[in-house]
């Protein structure tokens, strides 16, 4: 399958690795990009393993969210043969946030 990136999925993902390399190092960003490209190499493959995003439920498009580390969701939807993938969510975060962002 096609993957394709938001503007605010690459942002977000900056800002993870901006933060654990600052605050861990860089060794530890390194990491976190590794598992993000792992985990996004086997969504290709397998693209409903993420499950149904519970917070993003009843609207006009079936969201999933795959875990990356302990702490972030990468929030996707499946468009034909094609994922786009739309926001690294930090889930210590407020679920009402993520609902509000994706509200259209």
């Known amino acids: 399958m096609r993957i394709i990136w938001s503007d605010e999925a690459i942002e977000s993902v900056d800002n993870t690795a901006d933060y654990i390399e600052n605050n861990f190092g860089v060794g530890r960003s390194i990491e976190f990009y590794n598992e993000l490209q792992e985990q996004v190499d086997l969504l290709a493959r397998f693209p409903k393993r993420g ?22 969701r990468l929030i996707y ?11 690294l969510w930090n889930t210590r975060r407020n ?10």
Do not use: H
């Open 77 to 87: 939807r499946i468009d034909g043969e094609t994922i786009r993938i739309l926001y």
């Open 95 to 104: 679920p009402i946030t993520l609902q509000k962002m994706f509200k259209r």
């Open 51 to 72: 499950p149904i995003e519970e917070y993003l439920t009843g609207g006009n498009y079936e969201f999933r969210s795959l875990a990356i580390g302990e702490l972030s």
